[in-house]
């Protein structure tokens, strides 16, 4: 039976509740794609515009994982640019400035053409956790000056941070005023609604439970199945399709949300005065936002070992009131946990497991932008223009050849030296 939407801030306020029928019996479709994220959502929409029949086959609800969780940041590019750059060159710079925020104009192109409310608002501010920081900040944003973004990016010093933020313990920090934030679940319900519309086969409650490529590419279901032409898995891969090139690849980190009550239109503009989406420049960072009726939504304490706090709130509202001692007394309404998937080079995996059979997963916390971008770029491998599907599939991407839950206690090690110098 499928799990319900967790019980997050983001369920508590959706706007589209509709429930999808359980696969049942058996249908051919030109695409089958696996998986109610933003990727399968959008490689479903993307497909059907351009005139493919296609079946999307969800596990539990549509935006269930971490599409319909994460802190709705939406963040331009992705974080392994730099190693993408190392083992492309000069391919891997136009592949990055033709697709920075080519997500972007995907989302706001949905958002338009299908009226969906999401509460997207623009402005996004990295800031400097350590005075050292600033030297990467101000790097960066000279690069983003090269490439033409001048007119949307500025670089801010410290003495300057009280115009952007009610907090003391930065010291500066980077806005990029094209990126923004929004209401993860409300767009990924309102694009489920929108591939429906396109007459894309929507169905929640439908685990795959095995998948061939091959000269008769089929997906069944514990009720159904599905023959197709070309197969997408979309989005986390369950431990039965981690084969091939996908062994080893991801590996699901936790990652962690408060909620507080309402705050009072004085204390928010006190604490963020323009509205902005914050991350800090840890490896294992915060990140903040305020939603739109004023609650401030704070998350970050990635844990690579799988287990979970006892409690969310006794673990996060600390380091919640260390950057803002004006919330000591909040009260926290919603705490809610999930997965994202890290590939260890931080570059999306977009590939194919067999010749008709698709992937893309791994956004490393870049996911309501870089879903965007890997469903078009599938869509348009599936439809014969492979030019930036190559590139990717080029990509050398490490793996661990041990098993999963080994490959998280080394990368939960990993992580507490990287948390142990973000401290130092």
Request: with cysteine.
């Amino acid at each position: 039976m499928a799990e319900p939407h967790v019980n997050s801030y983001y369920a508590a306020t959706v706007n589209d509740r509709t429930r999808y029928p359980q696969l049942q019996g058996s249908l051919k479709a030109d695409v089958c794609v696996i998986g109610g994220g933003f990727s399968g959502i959008n490689t479903a929409i993307t497909m059907a515009e351009r005139g493919r029949s296609v079946v999307l086959l969800e596990a539990n609800r549509i935006g269930w994982g971490a599409s319909g969780r994460n802190g709705g940041q939406m963040i331009y590019g992705f974080s392994g640019e730099g190693n993408l750059k190392a083992q492309l060159g000069a391919d891997a710079t136009r592949l990055i400035r033709d697709l920075r925020y080519r997500g972007h104009d995907i989302i706001e192109s949905r958002i338009k053409t299908h009226a969906i409310a999401c509460d997207l608002k623009y402005g996004w501010m990295e800031v400097a956790a350590r005075a050292k920081h600033m030297t990467g900040l101000r790097e960066h944003y000279a690069e983003m000056v090269e490439d033409g973004h001048g007119d949307h990016w500025e670089l801010v010093e410290r003495e300057a941070l009280p115009k952007y933020l009610g907090a003391s313990a930065y010291h500066g920090a980077m806005i990029d005023r094209r990126s923004g934030h929004l209401h993860p679940l409300n767009l990924v319900m309102g694009e489920a609604a929108a591939a429906a519309s396109l007459g894309v086969k929507v169905f929640e409650d439908s685990p795959v439970i095995e998948l061939e490529g091959g000269a008769k590419p089929f997906v069944r279901t514990a009720a159904g199945r599905v023959e197709a032409d070309s197969i997408v898995l979309a989005g986390s891969t369950e431990h039965q399709f981690q084969r091939g090139p996908l062994f080893g690849l991801t590996f699901p980190t936790g990652s962690y949300i408060i909620c507080t009550e309402p705050l009072s239109e004085e204390l928010a503009n006190q604490l963020m005065p323009q509205d902005l989406a914050v991350a800090d420049s840890n490896i294992v960072l915060d990140y903040y936002r305020l939603t739109a009726d004023r609650r401030m939504l704070f998350g970050g304490r990635c844990n690579y070992s799988n287990r979970d706090p006892s409690s969310l709130t006794a673990t996060m509202q600390p380091r919640l009131v260390e950057i803002f001692p004006q919330l000591a007394n909040t009260r926290i309404d919603f705490e809610w946990g999930g997965r994202i998937d890290i590939v260890l080079n931080r570059i999306p995996a977009i590939g194919r497991l067999e010749p008709n059979v698709y992937f893309t997963q791994g956004y490393c916390g870049h996911g309501v932008n870089f879903s965007h971008i890997a469903a078009e770029v599938l869509s348009d491998a599936i439809c014969g223009t492979t030019e930036k599907f190559d590139l990717f599939e080029r990509i050398h991407h490490m793996r661990l050849p041990i098993g999963r839950w080994a490959g998280n206690q080394l990368l939960a090690l990993g992580m507490l030296y990287y948390r142990l110098r973000d401290l130092l």
